[in-house]
């Protein structure tokens, strides 16, 4: 009987566990995206700028001087005045690249005359200048091309073949004919670490690409090695190379097997390259994340607090409500419908034991008339002091119940007809005594009977009636039972 009551109690809680789970998911995964998405808006709208403007400012500083430098020798007038006077003194030119160099913080310096192909550093002569050396290709590409300038990443000649960054510099005469290149380099490991320093302090992956996609220059990865080859070659950015490369500046975003990147491109007049600053969303919302695991958990939490609060809540008031079903208000004794359910199972023990169990069904003499002349009042008390003083004679494993009105049934389980006998005796002597009000005693008439094999809880009870009803009719006040009938002992003698 009681499992349709528990599955009525799980589904209850499963539809509460339901409600809160879609409840805190529903909150919690919006409250998720609104933030993802509002960090995205920020990343590309404020964010990337912000950091290509601060990047820029860097650059300025760090590569964007070189250039300036560069510019600046070229239009010097010692050294164009050096050269049109014959290069006569190499010391000068030398001690000028040397302060140069210990000047402005240079790497290197050179200049390279067209009239005499030599090649100036500031420790001296370092060769002569050859059309036919692959390694001087750079030289006659300057003479020939229209631009002042560019940017070269070669070997350095003056120093063991270190990979640097030349800005070669075209230097023209007073009536603009070409009479040399000069320039100042920077070792391509300082720009990585220049790159590199800003990449730490900006959270980004930065690197510059020149005109055909190719990275000139870049940060190390995490894995530590270098950035390199064109862009055309990053997942994801393949389909959009041409439409950065024709730009001058924008944002961008591109996907590929680690995520989603958030893309900002400026370009550099000064460098002639294109400054890349990158932003992976996995980066910018693993904080995100981590508060919505961090909020999960707690949801998660929460609802098992609840659903334990709700099973606690449920189990105490189907336990409240199981023993109002189970119990007479009034007295605090079983209820008829109970009875029913203990004793069929007494029965079945009794069956599978092979022991002995007998029934006493009681009824309280001339009940109506203490109601009608003492009042409802009265008799409810009455009614429960006969309760209480059941419980009192009886054993725990004993069951008493209120079969209706002012009857009462009680089982003695492992009890035959001859030990029942006198403790229903008893049960009317202790009943006796109770007052009913007014300075009368309450009465009683019970019926014992002992079960059989093959009785049943209706079969039981009508033969206890019977010999309740055979007490009625001999006067009253009395117990009988099928074997013998015991009229009430007669009161004390008065000795006194």
């Known amino acids: 009987m009681n499992s349709p009551r528990v599955a009525d109690r799980s589904k209850l809680i499963a539809l509460v566990c339901l409600l809160l789970c879609a409840g805190f998911l529903a909150t919690t995964l919006i409250s998720y995206f609104a933030s993802r998405d509002s960090i995205r808006a920020s990343i590309i709208a404020t964010e990337l700028p912000l950091t290509s403007d601060n990047v820029y400012s860097e650059i300025q500083k760090d590569l964007v001087r070189p250039v300036l430098i560069s510019s600046m020798m070229s239009r010097d007038t010692f050294l164009r005045d050096w050269v ?8 000068q030119m030398t001690r000028y690249l040397k302060e ?8 290197t310096a050179f200049f390279v005359s067209d009239a005499s192909k030599t090649y100036y550093h500031a420790d001296g002569v370092l060769k002569q200048i050859l059309a036919d050396e692959p390694r001087d290709a750079w030289y006659f590409r300057v003479r020939d ?7 070269n990443v070669d070997p350095d000649l003056a120093n063991r073949d270190t990979l640097t960054i030349f800005i070669n510099y075209r230097v023209l005469d007073y009536r603009n004919r070409f009479i040399g290149a000069t320039g100042v380099g920077l070792t391509v490991d300082a720009v990585v670490g220049i790159i590199q320093d800003y990449q730490k302090r900006y959270g980004r992956t930065i690197y510059f690409v020149n005109g055909n996609g190719d990275i000139v220059l870049a940060g190390r990865h995490d894995e530590g090695g270098e950035r390199r080859g064109n862009i055309r070659d990053i997942p994801g950015l393949r389909g959009q190379a041409d439409a950065v490369l024709q730009s001058t500046g924008g944002s961008f975003e591109y996907d590929s097997e680690q ?7 400026r370009y550099i ?8 600053v990158v932003k992976d969303e996995r980066s910018a919302v693993s904080g995100l994340q981590r508060a919505l695991y961090m ?4 949801c998660a939490g929460v609802t098992l607090l609840v659903l334990l609060l709700v099973y606690l809540t449920i189990n105490r008031y189907h336990r409240a409500l199981e023993q109002m079903a189970a119990t007479d208000s009034l007295t605090g004794l079983a209820n008829r419908h109970a009875l029913k359910l203990l004793l069929s199972q007494a029965m079945r023990d009794a069956a599978r034991q092979r022991s002995p169990m007998t029934a006493i069904l009681i009824d309280i003499d001339h009940f109506k008339a203490l109601n009608d002349s003492q009042g409802h009042a009265a008799g409810d008390r009455v009614l429960r002091q006969l309760g209480e003083t059941l419980r009192g004679c009886l054993r725990a494993s004993d069951i008493a119940c209120r079969w209706g009105g002012e009857e009462f049934l009680v089982v003695l389980k492992n009890t035959d007809l001859a030990a029942a006998l006198p403790l229903a005796e008893t049960l009317r002597q202790h009943i006796a005594e109770m007052p009913a009000g007014a300075g009368e005693a309450v009465r009683i008439s019970a019926g014992v009977v002992a079960w059989q094999a093959g009785d049943s809880v209706e079969t039981l009870v009508e033969r206890a009636d019977a010999q309740l009803y055979r007490a009625k009719q001999e006067g009253r006040d009395r117990v009988c039972s099928e074997a013998v009938s015991l009229p009430p002992s007669p009161p004390p003698l008065d000795t006194e």
């Not at 049109?84 to 010391?91: F, L, M, P, T």
């Not at 140069?100 to 790497?107: C, E, K, Q, R």
């Not at 091309?145 to 940017?151: V, W």
């Not at 995520?259 to 491109?265: D, E, K, Q």
């Open 259 to 265: 995520g989603r990147h958030f893309l900002n491109v």
């Open 84 to 91: 049109i006077s014959g290069e006569r003194d190499v010391g």
């Open 269 to 276: 007049p000064e460098l002639k390259w294109r400054l890349f």
């Open 295 to 298: 909020n999960l958990a707690v």
């Open 145 to 151: 091309m229209k631009e002042p300038y560019e940017i």
């Open 100 to 107: 140069v160099m210990s000047h402005y913080g240079a790497f």
